[in-house]
């Protein structure tokens, strides 16, 4: 990283944080958007773990449900 280059704050974010943002829960999703929108545009560094992605998954494919699981993944 050059010395012109400012760190970036990296956040491990929650699975609940997650769910608020790809369901449009309220009263929470506004503020998880503006979260993925500052990761999205670089201001912040979002991380997940991987047992978070299989979590996410289950969770809104309704429990592996097969007919639900592609638009989870989506």
């Known amino acids: 990283m050059s010395s012109c280059d400012q760190a970036r704050l990296r956040l ?6 997650l769910i608020d943002f790809t369901n449009m829960r309220t009263p929470f ?18 991380w997940i773990s991987s047992s978070q992605m299989t979590d996410l998954a289950y969770i809104l494919s309704d429990g592996g449900k097969p007919k639900l699981v592609p638009e989870a993944l989506e």
Not at 12 to 17: A, E, G, K, M, S
Not at 29 to 46: F, N
């Open 12 to 17: 491990l974010v929650d699975t609940n944080v």
């Open 29 to 46: 999703y506004e503020s998880a958007r503006l979260l993925m929108a500052l990761g999205a545009v670089g201001e912040l560094e979002l």
